[in-house]
């Protein structure tokens, strides 16, 4: 019984205290006489905010203590916000009208709508139990499917302001997105957003989204503050600077804060900003400079900073000139647009290029990357000398000084260590006079590492005319390193004019080395200099060198008595196979001076040491025709079958030895008839003394005679 009394004297007092519970009710309508869902609906004697939904109905709870009349407020987006007061306890829902901004559209539809059927699965009361899921999948769903709800989910915004603080990443952004698409306005959702700002995943979006639905002073305030605490992420802190100049279009002190550390730290980002005003960029004067100098910049955002620094006080230009001090690398790339700068800030940039020419170039480079390192610095210098920075030979003398740092490499990678050194070579080679004098003092100075290196990029840029170049090739001990020895240097300057050179090519042509052997074909194009080195090879014993000086040869237009000899010795040399041949094809070419040597020689040589002077003479054919008297005198020796088939060869130029041919012809004793008829006709119609000796051998008994002599006969009388 007594349990009873106590369960019935709770109900009542539960009953009193709803009885006691005062409210505000109504409906809101806009002055089209359309029901205004989504309007926000609150007052200062509420708990809590609340949203007309469906028809445009409230019901706004006060608290206990409310007294009469309560001041309430209705608002929302497109419409002036209403406030009046309201008697309570109220008797009679109140109807309320909001004043739409703009016109009334024709009505198209009943003042109040048919309430259409609620799918269970877009349901926002539904959605907002899916949040409180322990599943983030669902949490996830749920927040899309809100989104697509628009100002239908606005009753469920508390909720989804909720998610924000998720403990799902994923799920707090798609909160986020879903406040934005719903686009509601209350303290609960703010106050989400403000917590959001200061997560490293979602303060960006966070800042975005309130930026869209409160832009109020409170608000960038609170932007001020997230732009300020070096405890939130620096992105973070940059997006809350970003918005507040949007906002308001200036930088506030800690928005200036966050900008300098993201400069700092090199944030693209913290660059945009910081050149959205002229007062910024002097203000973030060290910050910038070692942005620029540490980090890729456009040459755009390169031209807005050094113009304006130029045209600052001189202290922001020093607290800027104090940390501008970039790589050449970049330096180079930012020559590349200073035609677009102006003069001042031409001027700070030739500054850091001066600075920047005098630096000394590293060697911790790995092999892969030394020519291309180098290449940069050569691409630098050639920049700077253009943006008038320095002259012509001050840039070869910046080159030359450094060259012995470039040239720390070790010397087992030949291929980096070749690349390296000819790159430099050319760049210094490419400031044609302007770099003597510097190469000549460097030259001069006996304790550089690099001397020889000197002086073949000295023999290259003068031609080979430069004798203390050539002298330092020349010297035993000159240490070129792999792939740049002294014929790899002689062997690009032509024509070769020091007999130095032309002997120490010699030498090497003989070990057959062919890189020499083609400098001293290519290069010595004076006729007198390259007869007298091919007499030289052609009288060694190796075979390399014979061959360099046939070379030689070939394209001279006569040769000298002497040379003819040495050719002629090869005739008869043990290595005939290989030499005779390339003496023979050489005599044969340079017949005209070659015929009256020859000629010297048969009457000199015992007529057994005639055959390969003859079997010369056969290939010159008519050409040969100035030796036919030494060749005729033969007819009476031992030689005479080899006679006979020269002058055969020889052809009509023979004509002053056809008397003897005659005489041969006549001889019945003579073993050699027969190739005396074949030479007469050979000779042709100015052996036409002999047609009556040929004809009485046309009688002969041997068959071999009587057809030679038909066969001569026949070239005679035709």
């Not at 009469?68 to 497109?78: A, D």
């Not at 960038?220 to 940059?238: C, F, G, I, K, P």
């Not at 949007?246 to 002190?253: F, L, Q, R, T, Y």
């Amino acid at each position: 019984m007594k349990v009873l009394i106590a369960v019935v004297t709770g109900l009542v007092s539960v009953l009193n205290a709803f009885a006691a519970q005062q409210i505000v009710s109504g409906t809101v309508y806009d002055n089209c006489r359309d029901p205004v869902v989504g309007a926000e609906v609150w007052s200062d004697s509420a708990e809590q905010t609340r949203y007309t939904v469906l028809l445009g109905k409230f019901v706004l709870p006060l608290r206990a203590n409310a007294k009469s009349p309560v001041t309430v407020t209705i608002s929302m987006t497109g419409y002036k916000t209403w406030k009046d007061y309201i008697e309570i306890p109220q008797t009679i829902p109140k109807n309320i009208t909001l004043e739409k901004v703009g016109k009334c559209d024709p009505p198209t539809r009943p003042a109040v709508p048919t309430p259409r059927p609620v799918d269970p699965a877009r349901n926002p009361s539904l959605l907002e139990l899916e949040l409180k899921s322990t599943d983030p999948a669902k949490r996830l769903n749920a927040l899309k499917v809100l989104a697509t709800l628009g100002k239908e989910a606005l009753p469920s915004a508390p909720a989804i302001a909720e998610a924000v603080r998720d403990p799902d990443a994923s799920v707090r952004m798609q909160a986020l997105i879903t406040l934005r698409a719903i686009q509601v306005r209350s303290s609960v959702v703010r106050d989400s957003l403000l917590m959001a700002m200061r997560v490293e995943d979602v303060g960006c979006a966070a800042i975005q989204v309130l930026r869209e639905i409160d832009k109020s002073a409170a608000t960038v305030t609170q932007w001020n503050a997230v732009a300020a605490d070096e405890q939130v992420s620096l992105d973070v802190r940059l997006c809350a600077a970003a918005t507040v100049i949007e906002v308001k279009h200036a930088i506030s002190p800690e928005g200036e804060t966050a900008i300098a550390s993201g400069l700092w730290a090199g944030r693209s980002k913290a660059l945009e900003l910081a050149v959205m005003s002229d007062a910024s960029i002097r203000g973030f004067a060290e910050p910038l400079g070692r942005f620029l100098s540490g980090y890729a910049t456009p040459m755009d955002m390169v031209k807005r900073i050094l113009e304006t620094v130029s045209r600052a006080d001189e202290e922001t230009q020093g607290r800027f000139a104090k940390t501008f001090n970039p790589p050449f690398e970049r330096l180079s790339d930012y020559a590349v647009g200073s035609d677009q700068l102006d003069k001042g800030a031409r001027e700070m940039l030739r500054s850091a290029m001066r600075v920047r020419t005098n630096d000394v170039i590293s060697c911790g480079f790995g092999y892969e990357r030394w020519p291309e390192y180098v290449t940069k610095y050569i691409t630098f210098i050639d920049r700077a000398e253009k943006l008038g920075v320095m002259d012509a030979r001050s840039s070869a003398r910046t080159l030359l000084s450094q060259s012995q740092q470039m040239f720390c490499i070790l010397r087992d990678n030949e291929l980096q260590t070749n690349q390296a050194r000819e790159v430099l070579a050319v760049a210094i080679q490419r400031r044609g006079e302007a770099a003597l004098d510097p190469l000549r003092d460097a030259l001069s100075d006996e304790k550089r590492r690099d001397r020889a290196w000197v002086a073949a990029s000295l023999y290259v840029l003068t031609g080979g005319t430069d004798s203390q170049a050539t002298g330092v090739l020349l010297a035993p001990a000159y240490d070129p390193g792999p792939g740049f020895s002294p014929i790899d240097v002689f062997a690009r300057v032509r024509p070769i004019r020091d007999e130095r050179v032309i002997a120490a090519l010699e030498k090497s042509a003989a070990k057959s080395n062919e890189k020499a052997a083609n400098a001293l074909v290519h290069g010595l194009l004076d006729d007198s200099a390259r007869e007298r080195t091919a007499a030289r090879l052609l009288q060694s014993d190796d075979y390399p060198a014979f061959l360099v000086g046939a070379r030689l040869i070939e394209g001279l237009p006569k040769l000298a008595p002497g040379t003819v000899r040495l050719l002629l010795k090869g005739l008869e040399s043990s290595e005939r196979w290989r030499r005779g041949e390339q003496s023979r094809s050489l005599l044969t070419r340079h017949a005209r001076s070659a015929v009256p040597v020859i000629a010297e020689e048969l009457a000199k040589r015992k007529p057994t040491e005639t055959t390969e002077l003859l079997s010369v003479l056969n290939a010159m054919k008519g050409e040969a025709a100035p030796a036919v008297p030494a060749v005729t005198a033969l007819l009476r020796t031992a030689s005479q079958l080899d006679a006979i088939q020269t002058l055969a060869e020889i052809g009509a130029a023979s004509t002053p030895a056809v008397p003897q041919m005659i005489e041969i012809v006549r001889s019945e004793r003579s073993p050699n008839r027969a190739a005396a008829a074949r030479a007469l006709g050979a000779i042709g119609p100015n052996a036409a003394a002999a047609a009556v000796s040929l004809h009485a051998l046309a009688l002969a008994k041997d068959e071999v005679l009587r057809n030679a002599a038909l066969e001569a006969l026949a070239k005679i009388e035709r």
